[in-house]
């Protein structure tokens, strides 16, 4: 542009350099150029800085203004001149204008302002012309320059204005390339596998350097290395293809996950889409990674779920799902047999929980070798218990098959260590649709089927009956009711029946006998609630009612004759049975030495340890101790070296027996003895006539108690509700 108007203005001032002053022809042209050439050298300079975007709109002010003084000085300059020529020279000014104008716009184009302001300096020179002039050829020339200005103002706005936005798009390009660049770079250190492919071919065209690494684990498995990953189709990770082709090249089945085997590894598959800013699908991007050991991990814990790990039998609760499955699935008959282990938990207490666990596993081995070819399923229910679903196919007797089984849970078990170990089992059956459709009424029945195999003696088994359950329900209700008879205090009474000096007749001490009365069933047998007591663990409740109402009834007697409680296996071994003895004894003022606790053999037997720590604790208070039931029970000689008893009561089926049977008779006769002979008081219980009462006395007995001295009978100030409740009864 400057070059342009360098030329063309010394050209106007030469044609005018004879008849102008030399102000206008010389001096004037002379200020323009030394313009022209500051301007152009300013330009040529700027051009090395022109990438500073901060810089360009002081740059475009810059240039507005110099428009604006250059143009008005050329017009000035012009306009001095026009006068001073000829009508040619008068054209050639005005074509100067015009050329001036028009080129210079042009080479403003990206300054659409400046471009402007040379259009309308151009228009005011025009019309100055026309003014001036006169000449009907110069209005003419005028009039065409003044259109040619306005036809390339417009040209000049239509190319600025596409320049603009061509400038705008590159930047906006080169923004989202930059963009790109820095997610790209984000990607590359991301920790995730990224690939893009394209939606057409379906050719990867980008992979992340964990991509590439990740690939580089499992190339073996792949027709192609790692380097070798972009460019080469998807298909490559695929046996079949087809599904995932389709997927990947339809945008609206995106987002996808899901996982794909490639020999033993897993990989993990997340699609998404990727969008333009307008709109536009660009193609899918895949996250992936190798999960296997994470799948190992999740099945493991799942595996963990379902199945006992010591036995890697099915648990609980997945026995219960196939259970249900069996049943749904299943037509014909079901058989659900529960299969307890008899003497597992003296085995475990004993000789430890390793030994146990070893034995366990044994025993899933011999149900698993049992139920071969039976189509059957086994589970682990609970610590020694087992259950199997049994089909119960044609010519197959389950009674038969649960003698066999028991035969062979029975065998001895050899250890590890060459140790044996023998146990028993005890089988409860319930079938289905028989005893029920639901698998939660066919484990309770097979449940109350095991309980009644237990108490028959173990190692048998027995099928469900209705009346089975219907003992358990009125179980469950008397243990209610005795829960009820506790918390109220009603209903329980303690009788006391005397135990006599044979020597000189007196009556030495009282046994506590707890009694239980219903107003609708009247008495209820020690033999019926006691056992619940014991199971439902209230028998510890049972036992401290019982010390205080016998203590309390022990204190207001005037023979000062001691009271004999008995205290049951569950009150021993826990550590607090002395404390409340103690509280009791504190609260109703009984003397330690008038109160006797009786034990029997079975409360020393599974918690010898501690139940002979408590025992000392009460001897040490000052209270007796008695061995009840003797004989009956397991290693009764080994009990007596285990704790100094203060008496032992010889069980009443010995002395009952004696009279017809000479080894019953020496068994009295030998445990008097002992006695004698450890200095501790031999009782015999079950002395009922006259003969059972000779027998004993001459076999050596201390103390005697039984009918023949007199039945259990209340205290003193329970005579007389006792007596309304008899009356009543009658």
Same mark, same amino acid.
């Given at each position: 542009?400057?070059?342009?108007?360098?030329?063309?203005?010394?050209?106007?001032?030469?044609?005018?350099?004879?008849?102008?002053?030399?102000?206008?022809?010389?001096?004037?042209?002379?200020?323009?150029?030394?313009?022209?050439?500051?301007?152009?050298?300013?330009?040529?300079?700027?051009?090395?800085?022109?990438?500073?975007?901060?810089?360009?709109?002081?740059?475009?002010?810059?240039?507005?203004?110099?428009?604006?003084?250059?143009?008005?000085?050329?017009?000035?300059?012009?306009?001095?001149?026009?006068?001073?020529?000829? &009508?040619?020279?008068?054209?050639?000014?005005?074509?100067?204008?015009?050329?001036?104008?028009?080129?210079?716009?042009?080479?403003?184009?990206?300054?659409?302002?400046?471009?402007?302001?040379?259009?309308?300096?151009?228009?005011?020179?025009?019309?100055?012309?026309?003014?001036?002039?006169?000449?009907?050829?110069?209005?003419?020339?005028?009039?065409?320059?003044?259109?040619?200005?306005?036809?390339?103002?417009?040209?000049?706005?239509?190319?600025?204005?596409?320049?603009?936005?061509?400038?705008? *798009?590159?930047?906006?390009?080169?923004?989202?390339?930059?963009?790109?660049?820095?997610?790209?770079?984000?990607?590359?250190?991301?920790?995730?596998?990224?690939?893009?492919?394209?939606?057409?071919?379906?050719?990867?065209?980008?992979?992340?350097?964990?991509?590439?690494?990740?690939?580089?684990?499992?190339?073996?498995?792949?027709?192609?290395?790692?380097?070798?990953?972009?460019?080469?189709?998807?298909?490559?990770?695929?046996?079949?293809?087809?599904?995932?082709?389709?997927?990947?090249?339809?945008?609206?089945?995106?987002?996808?996950?899901?996982?794909?085997?490639?020999?033993?590894?897993?990989?993990?598959?997340?699609?998404?889409?990727?969008?333009?800013?307008?709109?536009?699908?660009?193609?899918?991007?895949? *996250?992936?990674?190798?999960?296997?050991?994470?799948?190992?991990?999740?099945?493991?814990?799942?595996?963990?779920?379902?199945?006992?790990?010591?036995?890697?039998?099915?648990?609980?609760?997945?026995?219960?799902?196939?259970?249900?499955? *069996?049943?749904?699935?299943?037509?014909?008959?079901?058989?659900?047999?529960?299969?307890?282990?008899?003497?597992?938990?003296?085995?475990?207490?004993?000789?430890?929980?390793?030994?146990?666990?070893?034995?366990?596993?044994?025993? &899933?081995?011999?149900?698993?070798?049992?139920?071969?070819?039976?189509?059957?399923?086994?589970?682990?229910?609970?610590?020694? +218990?087992?259950?199997?679903?049994?089909?119960?196919?044609?010519?197959?007797?389950?009674?038969?098959?649960?003698?066999?089984?028991?035969?062979?849970?029975?065998?001895?078990?050899?250890?590890?260590?060459?140790?044996?170990?023998?146990?028993?089992?005890?089988?409860?059956?319930?079938?289905?649709?028989?005893?029920?459709?639901?698998?939660?009424?066919?484990?309770?029945?097979?449940?109350?089927?095991?309980?009644?195999?237990?108490?028959?003696?173990? &190692?048998?088994?027995?099928?469900?009956?209705?009346?089975?359950?219907?003992?358990?329900?009125?179980?469950?209700?008397?243990?209610?009711?005795?829960?009820?008879?506790?918390?109220?205090?009603?209903?329980?009474?303690?009788?006391?029946?005397?135990?006599?000096?044979?020597?000189?007749?007196?009556?030495?001490?009282? +046994?506590?006998?707890?009694?239980?009365?219903?107003?609708?069933?009247?008495?209820?047998?020690?033999?019926?609630?006691?056992?619940?007591?014991?199971?439902?663990?209230?028998?510890?409740?049972?036992?401290?009612?019982?010390?205080?109402?016998?203590?309390?009834?022990?204190?207001?007697?005037?023979?000062?004759?001691?009271?004999?409680?008995?205290?049951?296996?569950?009150?021993?071994?826990?550590?607090?049975?002395?404390?409340?003895?103690?509280?009791?004894?504190?609260?109703?003022?009984?003397?330690?030495?008038?109160?006797?606790?009786?034990?029997?053999?079975?409360?020393?037997?599974?918690? +010898?340890?501690?139940?002979?720590?408590?025992?000392?604790?009460?001897? &040490?208070?000052?209270?007796?101790?008695?061995?009840?039931?003797?004989?009956?029970?397991?290693?009764?000689?080994?009990?007596?070296?285990?704790?100094?008893?203060?008496?032992?009561?010889?069980?009443?089926?010995?002395?009952?027996?004696?009279?017809?049977?000479?080894?019953?008779? *020496?068994?009295?006769?030998?445990?008097?003895?002992?006695?004698?002979?450890?200095?501790?008081?031999?009782?015999?219980?079950?002395?009922?006539?006259? +003969?059972?009462?000779?027998?004993?006395?001459?076999?050596?007995?201390?103390?005697?108690?039984?009918?023949?001295?007199?039945?259990?009978?209340?205290?003193?100030?329970?005579?007389?509700?006792?007596?309304?409740?008899?009356?009543?009864?009658?």
């Amino acid at each position: 542009m400057y070059l342009i108007l360098l030329v063309a203005s010394w050209m106007l001032a030469a044609n005018f350099y004879h008849l102008a002053p030399a102000w206008l022809t010389l001096v004037v042209p002379s200020l323009l150029s030394v313009a022209f050439i500051v301007r152009l050298a300013f330009w040529l300079r700027s051009k090395r800085s022109i990438g500073n975007a901060a810089a360009i709109p002081n740059l475009l002010s810059r240039t507005n203004l110099v428009a604006v003084v250059l143009g008005v000085g050329i017009l000035a300059w012009t306009g001095a001149l026009f006068p001073y020529g000829d &009508a040619f020279l008068q054209a050639h000014v005005t074509f100067f204008l015009a050329l001036s104008a028009v080129s210079t716009m042009f080479c403003l184009v990206h300054a659409r302002a400046a471009a402007a302001t040379v259009a309308a300096v151009a228009v005011t020179g025009a019309v100055a012309l026309m003014v001036l002039s006169g000449n009907g050829t110069i209005i003419s020339m005028s009039l065409n320059v003044l259109l040619a200005v306005l036809a390339a103002l417009i040209l000049v706005s239509i190319q600025g204005r596409d320049m603009e936005r061509m400038v705008r *798009a590159q930047a906006i390009a080169r923004q989202r390339d930059r963009e790109q660049r820095r997610l790209l770079r984000m990607v590359d250190d991301m920790p995730v596998a990224v690939m893009t492919v394209d939606p057409d071919t379906l050719v990867i065209n980008y992979a992340n350097e964990t991509s590439l690494r990740t690939l580089r684990q499992i190339q073996h498995l792949l027709p192609i290395k790692a380097d070798e990953l972009v460019g080469t189709c998807i298909d490559v990770f695929h046996k079949l293809p087809e599904g995932p082709r389709a997927i990947l090249s339809d945008p609206s089945r995106l987002p996808q996950h899901t996982r794909i085997r490639l020999g033993p590894e897993v990989l993990d598959l997340r699609v998404t889409g990727v969008w333009s800013a307008d709109g536009g699908y660009i193609g899918p991007m895949l *996250a992936w990674a190798v999960v296997t050991k994470e799948v190992e991990a999740q099945q493991h814990i799942q595996w963990l779920a379902h199945h006992d790990t010591l036995t890697k039998l099915p648990n609980r609760a997945q026995f219960r799902k196939q259970l249900d499955t *069996a049943l749904g699935e299943t037509e014909g008959p079901i058989s659900l047999l529960f299969v307890d282990l008899d003497g597992f938990k003296l085995v475990n207490d004993t000789m430890g929980h390793v030994v146990g666990d070893e034995v366990l596993t044994q025993v &899933a081995a011999r149900l698993l070798e049992s139920c071969a070819g039976l189509n059957a399923t086994i589970g682990r229910i609970g610590g020694d +218990e087992f259950a199997i679903i049994l089909p119960s196919e044609e010519g197959l007797k389950v009674d038969i098959f649960c003698s066999e089984l028991i035969a062979h849970l029975s065998q001895p078990y050899r250890l590890e260590d060459q140790r044996r170990v023998e146990i028993g089992a005890s089988i409860g059956v319930a079938q289905a649709p028989l005893h029920g459709r639901r698998s939660k009424e066919l484990l309770s029945r097979a449940d109350i089927a095991l309980s009644v195999a237990k108490v028959a003696g173990k &190692a048998s088994s027995r099928m469900f009956e209705p009346e089975m359950e219907r003992k358990v329900h009125a179980r469950v209700a008397m243990e209610a009711r005795l829960r009820e008879a506790l918390r109220e205090r009603t209903g329980l009474y303690v009788f006391y029946q005397p135990i006599l000096d044979i020597a000189s007749g007196r009556i030495t001490a009282r +046994e506590a006998l707890v009694r239980w009365h219903l107003a609708d069933q009247g008495w209820i047998s020690p033999s019926d609630f006691i056992p619940i007591a014991e199971q439902s663990g209230l028998i510890r409740e049972l036992g401290l009612f019982v010390l205080e109402k016998a203590c309390a009834d022990a204190a207001q007697w005037e023979d000062g004759a001691r009271v004999a409680v008995n205290v049951s296996p569950g009150q021993l071994g826990q550590g607090t049975i002395a404390s409340s003895i103690l509280s009791i004894l504190v609260q109703t003022g009984l003397t330690p030495d008038r109160l006797e606790v009786e034990i029997t053999e079975t409360a020393l037997l599974n918690e +010898e340890a501690n139940g002979v720590g408590d025992l000392r604790q009460l001897r &040490a208070m000052g209270v007796r101790v008695a061995l009840d039931d003797f004989g009956t029970g397991y290693s009764s000689l080994a009990h007596l070296r285990a704790f100094p008893f203060d008496k032992i009561k010889i069980d009443g089926s010995f002395v009952r027996d004696a009279l017809n049977r000479p080894d019953c008779a *020496a068994v009295v006769g030998a445990v008097a003895d002992l006695g004698r002979r450890l200095g501790v008081t031999t009782v015999a219980e079950g002395v009922e006539t006259e +003969e059972h009462l000779k027998l004993v006395t001459r076999e050596g007995c201390v103390e005697v108690q039984g009918h023949y001295f007199g039945t259990a009978e209340p205290a003193k100030r329970d005579w007389k509700e006792v007596s309304a409740l008899a009356a009543n009864a009658a």
